[in-house]
């Protein structure tokens, strides 16, 4: 059976790995995987110093890679650390590399159990761009032993995450990660501190949590009104309601004082979560 261009391709591009990895050299960095592995030590310290790490602490790494973080933090008081990495190359290597408080899980973050987490946690990492923000939507609001976060992003996300209403990045991502959590920004980071360097800038942002009692009651409910609300930021809230047939999201911003002319892009957080119901 004749191959094909494209299989004769992904054969020869198998063969190079194999031989990269039979000399001990790393494999390049994954464009499907959105890897850029951070190659400054200063910046993993700084990272890693926004932990407030202390003894006892059980901290978790998202996508620790070649380990440039992972070794920063493995020095700082700590009782445990657990790293979630999908590349199944860089998860042997951490395991082979790892001390005894530190456990390996080759695992996608996007399918890990949040809510399984016991305890209290402080989670970091250098996440891929191409997940961070269903990354950080689904932690969010589902791991509820977070303590602290410490995370990296593409500064466009970062922006957005941080934003305040009726700026130009404020949006549905930004309601939900500031109605669970305390978002700063810390500093940025250019393209020529990862290989390969990215053509965009990063963000490095903390997360604490808020008090149980300021969250979302109903986090399904904030998250369907979101969506309803972003997909036209532009229009006129009284008008996508009405569209939408959803009186009761009408009585509801009368009884708040919201008027109809108000666009989704002008509501602050907390008229987000009265209007849900949250």
């Known amino acids: 059976m004749r191959t094909s261009a494209r299989e004769r391709l992904a054969e020869a591009g198998g063969r190079l790995r194999h031989a990269r990895e039979a000399r001990g050299e790393a494999p390049r960095a994954k464009k499907s995987l959105g890897q850029h592995f951070l190659n400054q030590p200063a910046v993993c310290q700084r990272i890693a110093g926004l932990l407030h790490a202390q003894e006892g602490d059980a901290i978790l790494e998202i996508g620790p890679g070649p380990g440039a973080l992972t070794r920063v933090i493995e020095a700082l008081p700590h009782r445990r650390l657990l790293l979630v990495e999908k590349d199944g190359h860089w998860a042997k290597v951490r395991q082979e590399e790892g001390d005894a408080r530190t456990e390996v899980l080759c695992q996608d973050a996007l399918a890990y159990p949040w809510e399984a987490l016991e305890g209290a946690w402080k989670l970091a990492g250098n996440l891929p761009y191409n997940v961070a923000s269903p990354l950080l939507w689904d932690i969010a609001s589902r791991c509820r032993a977070l303590s602290r976060a410490v995370f990296m992003v593409q ?108 666009r989704p892009e002008e509501l602050a957080v907390a008229q987000f979560l009265a209007l849900s119901g949250c």
Do not use: N
């Open 155 to 262: 500064k466009e996300v970062g922006e957005r995450i941080a934003a305040s209403p009726c700026s130009r990045d404020y949006g549905a991502l930004s309601v939900w990660m500031q109605a669970h959590l305390a978002c700063r920004m810390e500093f940025t980071v250019g393209p020529g501190c990862f290989t390969p360097p990215p053509k965009v800038d990063s963000a490095v942002l903390s997360f604490d949590p808020l008090p149980a009692p300021s969250r979302p009651a109903s986090p399904d409910r904030l998250a369907s009104l979101l969506r309803l609300c972003f997909q036209q930021r532009r229009k006129q809230l009284g008008g996508i309601f009405r569209r939408q047939g959803r009186e009761d999201l009408l009585q509801r911003m009368e009884a708040l004082g919201i008027a109809p002319s108000a």
